[in-house]
């Protein structure tokens, strides 16, 4: 048995799931973490480092990092790569100001070998807001179809109202399901 | 001093009740009390167990980082064989400090946080170094998944999901940094005065740029509200919902009610606010910081249509992403004195 069968033995054995959450400061991470949990999203303060959250869904167990965008924080955003099995990139879709920081931001996240095997979740957030770019607009802004290194996917959301929080995640998890549980 | 106010309450109470009432409230006021401490006693034993785990973390950190160091420093002079050994140590060591930090974090302070990590992030570096100084080119360790090998690295389209619901595109993706029409904004003025009515705002997003010598008025609960190269203005908002964000503002003053407030590169700038939950600021200087007292006619109903709670104002607890130490205060933002306070906001 090679060493990747162990490994993938033994994950499947956890059937535990490290996801990342990252994006420029005030796309919406924090209010997404704290939706998908159901909880208060009334009293979120800017991230001053990061939170983690540990849930339960679809008999997986998730560990989901939330770690601050301030651009002060973005150089400790490497401390958190490691074994990560999902990167979900959180957006702001009605910031057009800064859609080019935030590709350039991305771009350089997925040369990290670090990364190299994780899936990737762009939630295009804010999509209750009028002036919001649709999922369309921002995957190319993004350049996402760019994208040859991982298995990615763009999903419209809105953190506030909750919608299509769920079909994000299912998606991500499926993918990472399908390359990480599957024995051979 | 706490004392005597106790006491002249008290009295205050007495003269307008009974005596049996007055033994009443002694009684309450007494069993209060008893919680009070009992409430006072558990907050501190739980302070000093962090207390504890902070100290055995910093112990056992500090020990761990400094076998590390040495066994950097070893590496110098030493043989190939002997540098290979050594780094993979190393190596080995500084993942699992860093599998420590990440256990430890929940309960150390986010400036010890980022000191600890700082400090990792320099091991990290140096065995970089010493690795590439030492034995170039040649990698060891196990290669992370090789694409070519790797039948799930393959690209995959991505669009297998139902839409997003989003609201009708037109298949106008002009991402170019300018407001789009469905976007309520101000933008390139000198030297007006601008007002945006409840209709035009309630709900939406809106944003100023490139303002100078402007007097904004806006009537109205927006969804967020954003500013940006903003010189010698004065903007007054009505309660915002979600966040406000600014960047390059300079020598103005502002009043708006919001959730967050998220500011940037601003200099010289009085900000009158509500917030629900907290500022911010990264790169600023002289930003300075008094609770919102601006009012218009429908301010109250604003507040409920933004949903903020009017008796929750934390205004004055800013944290300065430039400025993590404990203890000391920031010295890039102040509280405006109460003498110096702005109370007339007519046009
Ligand atoms: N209208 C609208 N506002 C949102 C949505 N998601 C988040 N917000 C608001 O955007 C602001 C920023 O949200 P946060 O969750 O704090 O953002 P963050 O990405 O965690 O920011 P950092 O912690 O600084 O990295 C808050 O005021 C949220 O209420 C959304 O889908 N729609
Ligand atoms: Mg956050």
Known sequence: MGLLTILKKMKQKEREMRLLMLGLDNAGKTTILKKFNGEDVSTISPTLGFNIKTLEHRGFKLNIWDVGGQKSLRSYWRNYFESTDGLVWV????????????????????????????????????????????????????ALDEIKSHHWCIIGCSAVTGENLLAGVDWLLDDIAARIFTTD | MDVVAEVSQETGFAGES????????????????????????????????????????????????????????????ADRAAVTRTLEEATAKTVQLQKFLNDSMLFLKQYDLRQAQAALQKLQTSLTEIREEALPKKKFGFR?????????????????????????????????????????????????????????????????????????????????????HIDSCEILCGPVSSSVFIDHCTNSTLAVPCQQLRTHNTTDTQVYLHVTSRAIIEDCRGVSFAPFSWSYPTLEEDFTVAGLDQDRNNWNQVDDFNWLAAGTPSPNWTVIPEVDRKTNWDP
Do not use: W
């Open chain 2, 144 to 228: 992370a998944r090789t694409k070519a090998t790797d039948p799930v690295s393959a690209p995959v389209s991505a669009t297998p999901l139902p839409d997003a619901g989003t609201p009708a595109d037109s298949g106008s993706t002009k991402v170019d940094g300018a407001a789009a029409p469905e976007q309520c904004s101000f933008s390139n003025m000198d030297n007006v005065s601008l007002t945006k009515t409840a209709e035009e705002i309630q709900k939406r997003d809106v944003l100023l740029t490139h303002l100078t010598n402007c007097k904004v008025r806006l009537f109205g609960a927006p969804s967020t509200l954003h500013l940006k």
């Open chain 1, 91 to 142: 957006v702001d879709s009605a910031d057009r100001l800064r859609l080019e920081d935030c590709r350039q931001e991305l771009s350089s996240l997925l040369l990290e070998e670090r990364l190299a095997g994780a899936t990737l979740l762009v939630f295009a957030n804010k999509q209750d807001l009028p002036g919001a770019l649709s999922k369309e607009a921002i995957r190319e802004a993004l």
């Open chain 2, 18 to 77: 009974g005596a049996d009432k007055l033994q009443e409230r002694l009684q309450k006021r007494h069993q209060a009390r008893v919680e009070d401490a009992e409430r006072r006693k558990e907050a501190k034993e739980s302070q000093s167990v962090a207390e504890e785990k902070g100290e055995y973390f910093y112990t056992t950190f500090n020990k761990e980082r400094a076998s590390i160091e040495e066994l950097l420093s070893s590496c110098s002079g």
